[in-house]
Nanobody
């Protein structure tokens, strides 16, 4: 069983930055693919970025490429999402999730088995 806890969300002005953290507890964290997802009110949950167990493979949604950076520290059982140049449309609840299968067509919700409770990110002036 793997448990995930997100932190680092908050209110930020457009153009600002935030770093989200996803702390994991449980067995074999370093064998899991970790993804970041977000869900805005009235919209479906979407993949933002995902990183393979060794960090060799990384994917980003087109909407965040060049602005967000995902990384992981397996020694600390933690995955990070550095978000820069934030826009109002980035406002959402952000979730991290863990799975065993790499999605070659993107970070797909259906491939992830364990989910955190989410952290709110609001981009507004």
């Amino acid at each position: 069983q793997l448990q995930l806890v997100e932190s680092g969300g908050g209110l930020v002005q457009p153009g600002g930055s935030l770093r989200l953290s996803c702390a994991a507890s449980g067995l074999s964290f370093d064998s899991y693919i970790i993804g970041w997802f977000r869900q805005a009110p009235g919209k479906e949950r979407e993949g933002v970025s995902c990183i393979s167990s060794s960090a060799y493979n990384i994917k980003y949604a087109d909407s965040v490429k060049g602005r967000f950076t995902i990384s992981r520290d397996n020694a600390k059982n933690t995955v990070y999402l550095q978000m820069s140049s934030l826009k109002p449309e980035d406002t959402a609840v952000y979730y991290c999730a863990a799975g065993r299968t790499w999605g070659h067509r993107g970070c797909l919700v259906s491939l992830y088995n364990y989910w955190g409770q989410g952290t709110q990110v609001t981009v507004s002036s």
